[in-house]
């Protein structure tokens, strides 16, 4: 089972600044199988990037992900109030499917 | 657009068996793949198994001998039972389709959450 780290576990910024947050996985996750989700409380959560680096339909482009092998990157560029939330990385390479345990981005 | 629609007992006793329908709107679920997912504070985001339209499954190897997904086309649901179940399986459990595609694994239609209580 391919595990899925998390850094920061969680991110105090201000609105208008920019995040940067990661994930890593204990093995390489083959063709970029990554994708990365936002989740606000009581609901569920919400694709934002898949393929490691292609957005999801309707998500702005301050949505950036990056990254290959082991070690992926989502950039949030200028945070909106409502971006506000807890992220999760998951790899589809290999079953079972596996999720980060989240960073939670808040208010400063 | 696809909406996707948990339903089932919000509460279940230790050692009965858990069981969920999803049902959805908006579109078929021939051709595409569907998963069930839970979420609880202490193992976060834990996928639990998944089905194709036609009936082939794939369960998370941690829960394979407890569950079963199935889905009834006619009613355009699926269905998930986790039996013997204990205060471990206390979670919301989400519903979920994976998008038509070749690298299909991720998810990007999530019913809104069924949260389910194991206790006596």
């Known amino acids: 089972e391919i595990v899925l780290t998390q850094s920061p576990g969680s991110l105090s910024l201000s609105p208008g600044e920019g995040a940067t947050l990661f994930c890593r996985a204990s093995?390489?996750?083959?063709?970029?199988?990554l994708a990365w989700y936002q989740q606000k409380h009581g609901q569920a959560p919400r694709l934002l990037i898949y393929?490691?680096?292609s957005r999801a339909t309707g998500i702005p482009d301050r949505f950036s992900g990056s990254g290959s092998a082991t070690d992926f990157t989502l950039n949030i560029s200028r945070l909106e109030p409502e971006d506000f939330a807890f992220y999760y990385c998951?790899?589809?390479?290999?079953?079972?499917?596996?999720f980060g345990p989240g960073t939670k981005v808040d208010i400063k | 657009q696809v909406q996707l629609q948990e339903s089932g007992p919000g509460l279940v006793k230790p050692s009965e068996t858990l069981s969920l329908t999803c049902t959805v709107s908006?579109?078929?679920?021939?051709?595409?793949?569907w998963s069930w997912i839970r979420q609880s504070p202490g193992k976060g985001l834990e996928w639990i198994g998944y089905?194709?339209?036609?009936?082939?499954?794939s369960y998370n190897p941690s829960l394979k001998s407890r569950v079963t997904i199935s889905a009834d086309t006619s009613k355009n649901q699926f269905s998930l039972k986790l039996t013997s179940v204990t205060a471990a399986d206390t979670a919301t459990y989400f519903c979920?389709?994976?998008?038509?595609?070749?690298?299909?694994?991720?998810?990007?239609?999530w019913g809104q959450g069924s949260p389910v209580t194991v206790s006596s």
């Open positions: 908006g579109d078929s679920i021939n051709n595409y793949y």
């Open positions: 998951q790899q589809y390479a290999t079953s079972p499917f596996t």
């Open positions: 093995q390489t996750i083959s063709s970029s199988f």
């Open positions: 089905l194709y339209y036609r009936g082939s499954t």
């Open positions: 979920a389709r994976h998008p038509r595609a070749n690298n299909w694994g991720f998810v990007d239609f």
């Open positions: 393929g490691a680096s």
